[in-house]
T-cell receptor, first 115, second 112 residues
Framework: GAGVSQSPSNKVTEKGKDVELRCDPISGHTALYWYRQRLGQGLEFLIYFQGNSAPDKSGLPSDRFSAERTGESVSTLTIQRTQQEDSAVYLC?????????????FGAGTRLSVL | DQQVKQNSPSLSVQEGRISILNCDYTNSMFDYFLWYKKYPAEGPTFLISISSIKDKNEDGRFTVFLNKSAKHLSLHIVPSQPGDSAVYFCAASATGTYKYIFGTGTRLKVLA
C-alpha cells in the first residue's frame, strides 16, 4: 500500500477483555515500530521489529502487552486483560531499516478506549 | 525521566510571522533529531531532521537549528501559514538504536 495502515481506527472495550490491533507497514520496509500516545503526552516507544532479528521489547509496559510480526509484513499488538490506563492512541510506524537515520512513517493510529 | 522536553505546550502566531518551536534534550548520546507534524486524527508526518554533525538544516520554509553544547534544538517556520496549525513533536535517537524518543509536543496555531 501507499502508507502504513492500521486497523481498527477506533476500539472500545470493557476492562478485562483482550484486544488485538493490526498494522500493515509500507511494502519493502523491514523495520516496524509500535508507539503509544496517552492523552496530553508524547509518543512512548513500545516495541521494534527488524527483519528476522529478535524484537526490541524494552518499551512494553507490562507482560499483558505482546506483539508479533511475520517476516516483513503485518504486525499485531495484543493487550490482554485491558485496564483503563491502557486507553491511548496506539501508533505503528515503519522504515526501510537500513540505517538508524531512516525516517519512520506513521499510520493514523488506533484509538483504544477501555471502559 | 523525560529525555526530550518541549516546555511550551502551545504557541499562537500571526500568519506571515515566524514560528519558533523549542526542544531540549538531556541525553548526550543523542545524535539525530527530527521534527514531526501531527494533525488531528492523523499519524505524525515527518517534517525535517538534523544530524549532530550539523548545526542547521533548511527545507523551504522550515529550518532546524541544533545547539549541541546547550542540548537544544529549535524549529523555525517562516512565513507561518494557517495550514501549519498542528501539533509539532521533536524526537531524538542515538547511533545504534532505532527507537525515537519523543517530546510531549507543542500545539501551534497560526492565526489568519
Amino acid at each position: 500500500g501507499a502508507g502504513v495502515s492500521q486497523s481498527p481506527s477506533n476500539k472500545v472495550t470493557e476492562k478485562g477483555k483482550d484486544v488485538e490491533l493490526r498494522c500493515d507497514p509500507i511494502s519493502g520496509h523491514t523495520a516496524l515500530y509500535w508507539y503509544r500516545q496517552r492523552l496530553g503526552q508524547g509518543l512512548e516507544f513500545l516495541i521494534y521489529f527488524q527483519g528476522n532479528s529478535a524484537p526490541d521489547k524494552s518499551g512494553l509496559p507490562s507482560d499483558r502487552f505482546s506483539a508479533e510480526r511475520t517476516g516483513e509484513s503485518v504486525s499485531t499488538l495484543t493487550i490482554q486483560r485491558t485496564q483503563q490506563e491502557d486507553s491511548a492512541v496506539y501508533l505503528c510506524a515503519s522504515s526501510l531499516g537500513t540505517s538508524f537515520q531512516d525516517i519512520q512513517y506513521f499510520g493514523a493510529g488506533t484509538r483504544l478506549s477501555v471502559l | 525521566d523525560q529525555q526530550v522536553k518541549q516546555n511550551s505546550p502551545s504557541l499562537s502566531v500571526q500568519e506571515g510571522r515566524i514560528s519558533i518551536l523549542n526542544c531540549d534534550y538531556t541525553n548526550s548520546m543523542f545524535d539525530y533529531f527530527l521534527w514531526y507534524k501531527k494533525y488531528p486524527a492523523e499519524g505524525p508526518t515527518f517534517l525535517i531532521s538534523i544530524s549532530s554533525i550539523k548545526d542547521k538544516n533548511e527545507d523551504g520554509r522550515f529550518t532546524v537549528f541544533l545547539n549541541k553544547s546547550a542540548k537544544h534544538l529549535s524549529l523555525h517556520i517562516v512565513p507561518s501559514q494557517p495550514g501549519d496549525s498542528a501539533v509539532y513533536f521533536c524526537a531524538a535517537s542515538a547511533t545504534g538504536t532505532y527507537k525515537y524518543i519523543f517530546g510531549t509536543g507543542t500545539r501551534l496555531k497560526v492565526l489568519a
